[in-house]
């Protein structure tokens, strides 16, 4: 028999910027698909040591379990004040938000509407899964109209509740804003997609053009009572249609940048 | 350095700028104003951070964020702003964090009015933020007692990493007195081995107040009830007037306690034995002094501007020993000094009572004129 040589190619690895723990995310969930994608731009521009993340109240509040670089952790809502903190005193580090929907569009619709106006230059990566998660399925401001949630049991009735926020296309109506898109994680063209917006929020920063928010349309199997099949099928059909993916606000410098 | 005459609010920024404040967040509220106008200028000129803030929830966890760094921080307020910030004062605590808070009081509660009160002793003393933790505060009686106490309030505070309130009133926020500047100091960026700066050449680390394990958070709880007996053993702080011979004494903090001290020498020239106890350190309370004062008396007359926050803790300290009244003016109003001086008068000469509560009595007293 020929003597073969087989040459191992590394294609997949854990990102330096993940720590290497297990995750307490529910399977199909895509909170890990999000944390690896901010990891692996993280990486990419080889800005580990030079990040500081802010961890939410809500499914991510053990965020800064799974990022490999320093991290605090806010009370709910108020991530991007204490980021603004955190960036006014150290200009010269990377500053991440890691916010849910009833973290960043509900209680802390204060903190993230001033934060953008100001221009802060911090980015944001705010998960969309039109539901309160940690505390079991409540509705969430995003919660679409007729979804049943643990508070909503007859469906959200707008007449009552009124209506979902679409955080992205009202950010991106602040001179602020940098960079506002909404991607979608739900098949894998869309998470290329995501990374790359991402990816384009950390430059948004580099560069100083101001502040920049990735919204994710994500998953959450658990609470929806889904397979995670399912679930990302019910994104596709329910959630995209109501929240389009887009760019919102794009500054035209970033169209420049070469990476 | 020659004293000059400053406004309270303004005296107070500039100390803390002079001890090397790096960063200052606020949001404007009256009467504590001027201390945020006075930064908006002086911060930038010397290169370094302010940001008017969207709120007393954005400044608190802005001061927050900011103090994760190393930087030496500052926020201020005034009583219904500071409300507003007792989430963020209850994380920082949790964090173990090194915050210096600047709480101008006014009348309340809720909206009350803007003239001055001393009614968030309870709320700042007590703690008016959720879970067991205890605060330094050090209340103030004259501009340069403010300068003094917020110059050394960010070496107390890093020492022991610890929030520090300075509580002072909406008069000596307002009120200009001549007075003395210490040295200035470079803007402050500490690199203590918990900050989050970015994890260059170390082990990356994270700071937060969760401790979801509850003997861990327990065992954490533990750790902060120990550093506060530390703090207790040192960190008191108080003023004695005309107690060497004398057989009742005041006990008031802040303005109260200045104005109180117009009625002890009002008192004394009538030939009353009678001093002045200001604790400065409102937490840790002076309470050995006290306790071992009251032993020596023949009563007790606790002055505040609130409905008796403070007696309680007189009261608990002295152990039921000795006669205790109360005289307390509310919701915006200082007691003069012949109110105080009547109230000595009256404990001097009639019988001591003996029955119910100072603040029961005090009420009998003046409660109906109302």
Redesign the interface.
Known sequence: MENVTMQEQLVYDRPESMASVQTHYCPGCTHGVAHRLVAEVIDEMGI?????G??SVGCS?FA??YF????????HG?AP??????K???PQ?FVMTYQGDGDLASIGM??I??AAARGENITVIFLNNANYGMTGGQMAPTTLPGQKTSSSPGGRDVEVAGFPIRTAEMLATLDGAGYVVRRSMHDPKNVRMAKKAIRLAFETQKNGLGFSLVELLSTCPTNWGMTPVQALKWVEDAMVPYYPIGDYKVNPALKELKF | MAKELMKGNVAIAEAAVRAGL??Y?GYPITPQTELLEYLSARMPELGR?F?Q???E???V?????????G?R?MSSSSSPGTSLMM??IS?IAG?ELPVVIVDVMRGGPGLGNIAPAQADYNQIVHGGGHGDYHPIVLAPANIQEAIDLTYGAFDLAEKYRSIVVILADGSLGQMMEPAELPEMKEAI?RTPDWA??????RE???????YLDPPQQEKTNFRLERRWQEIKAKEVQYKEYFLDDAEYAVVGFGTSGRIALSAVRAARAKGIKIGLFRPVSLAPYPEKELYELSKRLKGLLVVEMNAGQMLEDVLNITRSQIPVEFYGRMGGILPMPEEIEAEIDRMVNESAASDGHPRDRWLARFGKMN
């Open positions: 580990k040591d030079n990040t500081i802010v961890a509040v800064y379990n490999d670089f320093d991290f605090v952790q806010a009370p108020r004040a204490m980021a603004t903190g955190i006014r005193v150290l580090r204060g903190e509407v001033a | 790096n960063a967040f951070t940001l803030a969207e709120s929830l954005g400044a966890n802005m001061v927050y964020g900011a103090a994760c760094t930087a921080v989430e963020g994380y964090t960026m989050t700066y970015g994890s260059a050449g990356r680390r994270f700071l937060s107040s969760i």
